[in-house]
């Protein structure tokens, strides 16, 4: 039996058969997602590169329906969950970030407008068949975070003041100038 969240078939014909799609796929199957998860983590050193980061499982559900009872309004009820692995940009360590996305989709062709359905995105359907996963990986790419960041920050090794020096330390200026001062008073002491 093929996987649905793979097959071709028009928006009207995924939601007159009230498709219900329950997934659980590698996020190494969503090659643009895998692209630019791979790119985040080319900021790390090769052997700090989390193993098997494609094998987090992208799990959720898609349920096909009508948004209007004319059933001339196909939509898709979306949600998502998956936990990728990303560099933190504050200590620039790898770390695992948990994501969510929901979203009600109205799928809409090319200039077909729809109003009062504000309780629905807009999808527009640039081919007339539908792959579903298409959807799924939209929606995570759009929910990945501009810039991630340590949310505990225990966890985080820039803002747990057991480790206190920053990368920015090295680099700028003021680091410098701070160690001089420390020289300094040390001497005078
Ligand atoms: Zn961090």
């Not at 997602?33 to 983590?41: C, G, N, Q, R």
């Not at 077909?112 to 995570?140: H, N």
Request: hydrophobic share 45%; charged share 25%.
């Amino acid at each position: 039996m093929g996987n649905p969240l793979h097959e071709r078939r028009s928006a009207a014909e995924w939601s007159a058969s009230s498709q219900v799609i329950e997934f659980a796929e590698k996020i190494g199957k969503f090659e643009q997602l895998s692209a630019i998860i791979e790119a985040d983590l080319a900021a790390l050193d090769a052997d700090k590169i989390p193993a098997g980061w494609r094998d987090a499982i992208v799990a959720g559900q898609m349920k096909f329906g009508f948004a209007d009872a004319q059933q001339a309004l196909p939509m898709v009820k979306c949600r998502v969950t998956v936990t990728v692995d990303t560099v933190c940009q504050r200590c620039l360590e790898a770390f695992r970030l948990p994501l969510e996305t929901e979203a009600d989709l109205l799928l809409l062709a090319l200039e077909q407008e729809a109003d009062g359905y504000a309780e629905y995105e807009v999808w527009e359907l640039e081919e007339s068949l539908l792959q579903p996963q298409s959807i799924v990986e939209e929606m995570l790419i759009m929910a990945l975070p501009f810039s991630a960041l340590h949310v505990e920050s225990a966890a985080c090794k820039v803002l747990s003041p057991v480790t206190a020096k920053s990368a920015d330390d090295v680099t700028t200026p003021f680091a410098a100038l701070r160690e001089q001062m420390a020289k300094d008073t040390e001497g005078s002491a």
